[in-house]
T-cell receptor, first 113, second 112 residues
Framework: ETGVTQTPRHLVMGMTNKKSLKCEQHLGHNAMYWYKQSAKKPLELMFVYNFKEQTENNSVPSRFSPECPNSSHLFLHLHTLQPEDSALYLC????????????FGSGTRLTVV | GQQLNQSPQSMFIQEGEDVSMNCTSSSIFNTWLWYKQDPGEGPVLLIALYKAGELTSNGRLTAQFGITRKDSFLNISASIPSDVGIYFCAGQYSNTGNQFYFGTGTSLTVIP
């Protein structure tokens, strides 16, 4: 248990479905991140939130929509995804202005059929 | 964004062998981190390095912050089957909260 909890662990969804991924951190951090990890590819940063404000959006398609209601919770809303969106989605948190690195959750394995 | 190059991309070794991997960047970093990702899990921090030349150990793992500040090295001694996983380096430009950039990963397989 890293202190960053992601649910669900596994998700299979059709291309017309709408689903949400949830991330919760119990570390008192004030920055949260969504990463996408595809097979044989580096970690891809998707979104960054500092103090609940989105500070980075790395040209992510609009079918991915993040939400950060407070500094402990982060969501990724998914709709009309494509099969190539199948991947491991990792949430991480950190203390802003810190060089201690990120704490990652266990990820959600997403399969789009 | 900044990309860190790790080598080798993958390694297959016999149990008991030592392992070396490295990470290089075109930019100077102030912080280097090494993470391990077990199959089906998120990356977990192994070692953090904050000073050029610094050598830090965590059990059988030893990491070094390169003197040029553009590279870092991770060694694993006497490998065991549970060392299997993907090892990532990560670097940060500044100590004032700038983003960490992740390497491409080294996949390690240990043959019993």
């Amino acid at each position: 248990e890293t202190g960053v909890t992601q649910t669900p662990r596994h998700l299979v969804m059709g291309m017309t479905n709408k689903k949400s991924l949830k991330c919760e951190q119990h570390l008192g951090h004030n920055a949260m991140y969504w990463y996408k990890q595809s097979a044989k590819k580096p970690l891809e940063l998707m979104f960054v939130y500092n103090f609940k404000e989105q500070t980075e959006n790395n040209s992510v398609p609009s079918r991915f929509s993040p939400e950060c209601p407070n500094s402990s919770h982060l969501f990724l809303h998914l709709h009309t995804l494509q099969p190539e969106d199948s991947a491991l989605y990792l949430c991480a948190s950190s203390q802003d202005n810190s060089n201690y690195g990120y704490t990652f959750g266990s990820g959600t394995r997403l399969t789009v059929v | 964004g900044q990309q860190l190059n790790q080598s080798p991309q993958s390694m297959f070794i016999q149990e008991g062998e030592d392992v070396s991997m490295n990470c290089t960047s075109s930019s100077i970093f102030n912080t280097w981190l090494w993470y391990k990702q077990d199959p089906g899990e998120g990356p977990v921090l192994l070692i953090a390095l904050y000073k050029a030349g610094e050598l830090t150990s965590n059990g059988r793992l030893t990491a070094q912050f390169g003197i040029t500040r553009k590279d870092s090295f991770l060694n694993i001694s006497a490998s065991i089957p549970s060392d299997v996983g993907i090892y990532f380096c990560a670097g940060q430009y500044s100590n004032t909260g700038n983003q960490f950039y992740f390497g491409t990963g080294t996949s390690l397989t240990v043959i019993p």
